[in-house]
């Protein structure tokens, strides 16, 4: 069975990330969604309530899988045994970052490939952080996320305030 890896922080899972995953869903075999730990990112929601999210928003999608890890991408590739990572691509300026890092994994792990992908144009203006800020504020964020990450979201808010 072909396996492909999508990692990411998913602080929280948007939209965009839905479009990704089931558009890759739709070209593999088995996708597993990975919540990474970021050491460069200060999240605002664990990794369990991530990997949480993520597994509500994509009930439905037989093919995909939810799990989580702390360390090289291209380690957990190596133990589920998966041969693409896909990436998202929302403008040009994500490119940069994300050659680099596919070709940084293609060294580490000979033989692993990298596919991105350009989120729908309807949500690449679109970033956690976006969301998170205007959450933040009490803006309707329904449009960006899911309703169980939207409830997740003003939840993790509100309990900040007190």
Known sequence: MRV??????????TRGHLDIIKRAARIHEKLIVVVMKNSAKK??????????????????IPNVCIDSYDGLTVNYCRM????????GLRAVSDFENEIQI???????????????????????????T???EAARYGSDVSKFVTPNVEAA???KFKAQEE
């Not at 492909?4 to 899972?13: I, K, L, T």
């Not at 999240?43 to 009930?59: A, I, K, N, S, Y």
């Not at 994994?105 to 679109?126: C, D, K, Q, V």
Request: aromatic content about 8%; proline content about 6%; some cysteine.
């Open 80 to 87: 589920k045994h998966a041969t693409l990572l896909v990436r």
């Open 153 to 155: 979201l003003h939840e």
């Open 130 to 132: 976006i969301v998170k």
């Open 4 to 13: 492909a890896v999508y990692p990411g922080s998913f602080d929280p899972v």
């Open 102 to 128: 596919a070709q940084t994994n293609h060294a580490l792990m000979p033989g692993i490939e990298t596919m991105f992908l350009a989120t729908g144009m309807r949500w690449s203006y679109l970033s956690s």
């Open 43 to 60: 999240p605002l929601f664990t990794v369990e309530e991530r990997v949480e999210l993520l597994r509500g928003c994509c009930e439905g």
